[in-house]
């Protein structure tokens, strides 16, 4: 049995293979009276199509999405939004070649086992990275969704590639955590400054050493990993159902969802194991903009630590977080490998046109699915409601 689905009052289904003939996304639970288009999804999409640049393959991904259903003169009706994109450019013979063979770093051996050699295998079927634009479709909605609703502003950027990194202070990691890399007071950047360069690194000179590890690796026919960098501001105080279905619980479940996605922290994370209770704690404060002139005061933490969830809640301070993600497996030079058919050892080279690193691609999935969970915590909690009011 597959789960494609997720949410429990916006609910996302994902459906279509790499190769096939199309991928698409089903999002029920969105609230009535949104304005709503192509236009709307287009420009996330086109931000995860791969780079025009000398650093990857020119793979053709026309990532045209087309809405089916959940519409009407230009809102939301309430009922599922059906959208589907159609693959194009995906030649699939030298997959056929690779039926036998267990790809090193790919799910070839436990997707054999468990779907009894079934399973689409054409670029990767349901284990592709392709899959990611029907995350993108539905997380496009969502992250419009909560702009309008609750002014919450997701944007995620490349922090690292490899062991090339922005600078801790460029890069915001806490001021109470300065071991380790820790993510807690990270900065929020807007799309304009992140989508200014083929990296998706905010910091120009981190991004500029970023791509030359990125040709290096390239030239020897290899792949390196890297890190995500997701900032969330404007979040509510209160979102998260403790204790199984925690906010962290549940952001961390849609990120393990991406392929390649080997590692979530929030706030300080594992730099924060290293440290005392009293450097790691964040401590409590009245808001700066408070004038005592009467209403509730706004109350926020000095540092942020805690990477804006306590107690699996959101405490109204940005949400941080960091996600690795292991290098590309798929490599244009020989490793060992296994033929099932012969059940023999044998060196494999895989054919095809591969980039030497899938983190320049992810910060607008990041963006889709942290989008998608706090949409859907929104309304269990009832900061949002079935109909948008304001929007007519």
């Known amino acids: 049995m597959s789960r494609n689905s997720m949410g429990r009052r916006l609910v996302l289904s994902s459906f279509g293979e790499a190769n096939g003939q199309l991928i698409g996304a089903m999002l029920d639970g969105c609230p009535a009276g949104m304005e709503l288009s192509e236009a ?43 959208m589907i994109m159609e693959n194009q450019d995906t030649p699939s013979t030298h997959y056929e070649l690779l039926r036998a063979y267990l790809r090193p770093g790919h799910a070839d051996y436990t997707a054999m086992v468990k779907y009894g050699r079934f399973n689409d295998i054409r670029g990767s079927g349901r284990f592709s990275g392709r899959i990611t634009a029907t995350y993108v479709m539905a997380g496009a909605i969502a992250r419009k969704l909560l702009r309008i609703s609750l002014g919450v502003e997701t944007c ?37 400054t992140i989508y200014d360069n083929d990296v998706r690194c905010p910091d120009p000179a981190a991004a500029a050493a970023m791509r030359e590890t990125l040709l290096a690796t ?60 009293s450097e790691n704690n964040d401590t409590f404060a009245l808001a700066d903009d408070h004038d005592g002139s009467g209403g509730s005061p706004r109350i926020i933490t000095r540092t942020n630590n805690s990477g804006g969830i306590l107690g699996g809640i959101s405490n109204g301070m940005p949400i941080t977080m960091r996600v690795a993600f292991k290098p590309v497996p798929s490599l244009l030079k020989e490793q060992p490998a296994v033929n099932v058919d012969t059940m023999s050892e044998a060196p494999l080279t895989i054919k095809g046109r591969f980039d030497p690193c899938a983190v320049p691609r992810a910060p607008p999935i990041v963006d889709a699915l942290v989008s998608l969970v706090i949409a859907d915590h929104a309304l269990v909690s009832g900061h949002m409601g079935p109909i948008l009011s304001d929007e007519g």
């Open 218 to 277: 390239k030239r020897r026919a290899d792949s390196i990993g890297g890190v995500v960098q997701s900032v969330t501001t404007g979040v509510p105080v209160g979102l998260g159902e403790p204790i199984f279905g925690s906010l962290e619980s549940d952001i961390s479940s849609a990120m393990f969802s991406i392929p390649s996605v080997k590692g979530v922290e929030f706030g300080s994370g594992f730099a924060g194991s290293e440290l005392c209770g």
């Open 40 to 82: 709307d999804i287009q420009p996330m999409l086109d931000r995860r199509r791969p780079v025009q640049s000398i650093l990857y393959t020119q793979r053709k991904e026309g990532d045209v999405v087309k809405i089916i259903s959940g519409t009407y003169r230009g809102r939301t009706t309430g009922a599922p939004i059906a």
């Open 156 to 192: 995620s950027y490349v922090q690292s590639i490899g062991t090339t990194a922005m600078a801790a202070a460029t890069a915001g990691a806490s001021v109470a955590a300065p071991r380790g890399g820790g993510s807690g007071s990270a900065v929020a950047y807007d799309d304009a």
